[in-house]
């Protein structure tokens, strides 16, 4: 409990916190950047290592002592993931655990529509929200921090726009807290890891280290020299006081189970999943576009069925009159839902029931009570010898264009991987079964509306299965 305390507080005629206890609550290896000031704050590393539960305890007691001034600072701080379901279960959610954990329940109000907690005495305004809407965040003024959390999701425009979305003079210094796993990112190497290849970035630190960095930006602006500081830390889930032994052995066990991950996840080193099947660049892209209806030659969706532990997954796909560009979006990614959810959900989203829909043809009696629900198009998938590598083959075919915002898709795309030979450690051409719960029924979607056969024989479809 940090509020309301009988002594040793910051008070002010209005409100009072007790603050000599923050060092019970906060992780050792944090603890010297509760007050670090520099531009950007940068902390990464493995799974668990309580990157996130930090910068969220960090903007509760800057907001605190601002609350506790006499004259009390307004803070606008600014909470990001790429979307806003992310968002809601994320940074919004962790900031909930501190309020209640701190008993601040009193001190503010919390919004849980627009995912905003505002402070009654200051006005400071922590806004929780995704970049799916980017004019939404620009409308926003006056901020005095912004928070990247999985900042690999983002781009390097989100970065650069939401950078200079921070300006302005105000009576309290001005940060940008970014916090990732480090998956392969190319603008985040660049901005903050690339000495050799940089210009104007030095490394200014007292005792230079592998883990811990403070780096100088010059630049210059009509003739005059802006340094921007940044602190750059390595964490894992070793440096975390509060992780139970139970999640410590989940991370320790992912050396069994995937080394790449093991790197990325466990010892919070840069990487990306071994044997990926689709490279992010050459096979895919992401795009903030999506055609029109007068753009697209062909339309459709893939289903993939899920229940218990699996998620339902449900795509739209795009093609363009090219026949080479392919435009894809998640519609659907959720566990537990029946088939009569299915179809009350494609309702909801939008999908029309004279609309192309290609299911897992592995659950016949699924497609059946989905097509009485009004879904008279649904059918199988195309499957048979050799099915997922011909179908593989034909998706590299094509150039895929993902949707910004389907989350999960990226993140599937991003680690679907060829199994590999433990003996050996070569790659087999077999992919994993896991990370496909929307690549899957891209794939149906994508042999059946090219027209293949189970061994991979093109037929000459035409566009019968669009009309």
């Given amino acids: 409990m940090i509020a309301e305390p009988e002594s040793n507080t910051i008070s002010s005629d209005f409100i009072e916190y007790d603050l000599s206890r923050i060092r019970e609550v906060i992780n050792p290896i944090y603890f010297p950047l509760l007050y670090n000031k520099d531009r950007y704050l ?49 940074v919004f959610e962790l900031f909930l655990h501190y309020i209640d954990l701190w008993g601040l329940r009193s001190r503010c109000n919390i919004n849980k529509t627009d995912m905003t907690i505002t402070f009654h005495r200051s006005g400071s305004v922590i806004i929780c929200t995704g970049l799916d809407d980017p004019s939404k965040v620009k409308s926003i003024e006056g901020l005095t921090s912004i928070w990247l959390e999985e900042a690999t999701e983002f781009t390097h425009t989100d970065f650069m726009q939401l950078n200079l979305r921070l300006r302005g003079r105000h009576r309290t210094y001005l940060q940008i807290c970014i916090s990732f796993n480090p998956v392969e990112c190319l603008w ?24 811990y960095r403070r780096l100088e930006k010059v630049l210059t602006v009509q003739d005059r020299r802006i340094s921007l500081r940044s602190t750059v830390l390595l964490t894992t889930y070793l440096d975390n006081d509060f992780l139970d032994d139970e999640q410590k052995a989940e991370i320790e066990d992912l050396v069994n189970k995937d080394l790449t991950w093991y ?10 999943p071994k044997g990926v099947v689709f490279v992010e660049g050459l096979n895919w892209d992401i795009t903030k576009i999506w055609p029109t209806v007068i753009q697209q030659r062909q339309h459709g969706y893939g289903l993939d069925f899920g229940y218990a532990n699996h998620p339902t997954g449900l795509i739209e796909i795009a093609i363009l009159p090219n026949k080479i560009d392919v435009y894809v979006r998640e519609i659907l990614y959720e566990p537990g839902l029946t088939n009569q ?29 989905i097509r ?5 198009k ?48 070569k790659l087999r051409n077999i992919p994993e079964d896991k990370w496909n719960h929307l690549i899957d029924p891209l794939r149906y979607g994508l042999v059946y509306f090219k027209g293949l056969r189970p061994t991979g024989v093109i037929l000459n479809l035409g566009n019968r299965y669009f009309k």
């Fill in 372 to 376: 009485r629900e009004g879904f008279r």
């Fill in 42 to 90: 940068v902390l990464y590393g493995g799974a668990g290592s309580g990157k996130s539960h930090f910068i969220a305890q960090k903007y509760l007691i800057r907001t605190m002592v601002g609350e506790s001034k006499k004259t009390p600072i307004k803070h606008k701080i600014l909470a990001l993931r790429k979307t806003q379901p992310a968002a809601r279960r994320s």
């Fill in 188 to 211: 985040l190497q660049e901005e903050f890891f690339d000495l050799e290849n940089s210009s104007n970035l030095t490394d200014v630190s007292d005792s230079p280290s592998t883990r």
């Fill in 378 to 425: 649904i059918e199988p998938s195309v499957k048979g010898r050799d099915s997922i590598i011909n179908g593989i083959t034909a998706m590299k075919e094509f150039k895929i264009h993902v949707y910004e915002e389907s989350k999960f898709l990226i993140k599937e795309f991003r680690n679907y991987k060829w199994t590999i030979n433990k003996k050996d450690e």
């Fill in 341 to 369: 959810d299915i179809a009350g959900k494609m309702d909801l989203f939008g999908v029309k029931h004279r609309d192309k829909i290609i299911a897992d043809s592995a659950e016949p009696k699924s497609i059946e009570e």
């Fill in 263 to 272: 790197h990325i996840y466990a010892l919070g080193q840069w990487g990306k």
